[in-house]
């Protein structure tokens, strides 16, 4: 009766070993445990394990359990203090970690469209002062413009008078050669006569 109990017993063991091969535990809640190097807490200590850390189940026998966690550390520890799921503190922490990193990012997100929308009335503010500087370049433009159309059209007048006044310079001129032509030759008729008058008479006008 004794042996078949203990058969019994460690049939029970076997199968808790072989099912609990590669599952996550997790240090339950207000408690750090020790991981020791060898089963029923001898061997070295290999580090304190605190509330919340996640294990990898490696197998079971009574009422200790081998595990290893994330750095690759291989050890024995309690099985009654280990649990499936995540703790409800470490639960708490991690969604308070994340709930701030949420108000961070949304933090840096709204700094950033602040920064976004200043930016963007910068530039329409520069666009607004483009606009009335090209504006007032076009109205200048429009103004040289019509001061050079003024100026061409008085050069073109000028032109024309000069011409006018090239055409009536010449007939002058001539006309005042003529004068002079006319009158020398009066000269030279009375100087020729009264040349000829004194030889004729032994140099003594007559007249």
């Not at 850390?53 to 309690?78: H, I, M, N, P, Y």
């Not at 076009?138 to 008078?161: H, M, P, Y």
């Amino acid at each position: 009766m004794k042996f078949y109990i203990v058969s019994l017993l460690c049939s029970c063991l076997l199968c808790v070993s072989m099912s609990a091969h590669s599952e996550t535990r997790y240090v339950t809640d207000e408690l750090n445990l020790s991981l020791h190097e060898l089963i029923n807490s001898k061997g070295k200590l290999l580090k304190r394990l605190k509330s919340g850390t996640e294990l990898e189940l490696l197998s079971e026998e009574g009422f200790f359990a081998e595990v290893r966690t994330k750095d690759g550390t291989v050890g024995w520890t309690k099985a009654g203090f280990l649990i499936k799921s995540k703790p409800a503190r470490t639960l708490v922490i991690e969604l308070t970690a994340e709930n701030s990193e949420l108000k961070e990012s949304l933090r840096v997100k709204g700094q950033q469209l602040s920064e976004t929308e200043k930016l963007l009335n910068n530039l329409k503010s520069q666009e607004q002062q483009t606009n009335t500087e090209l504006q007032d370049q076009l109205e200048n433009t429009e103004g040289i413009v019509a001061a050079l159309d003024r100026i061409q059209q008085e050069n073109e007048s000028l032109r024309a008078q000069q011409g006018g006044f090239g055409t009536m310079l010449p007939l002058k001129w001539g006309l005042i050669a003529t004068a002079i032509t006319f009158l020398l030759g009066i000269f030279a008729g009375i100087a020729l006569f009264d040349y000829r008058s004194r030889r004729r008479h032994g140099g003594f006008r007559i007249y």
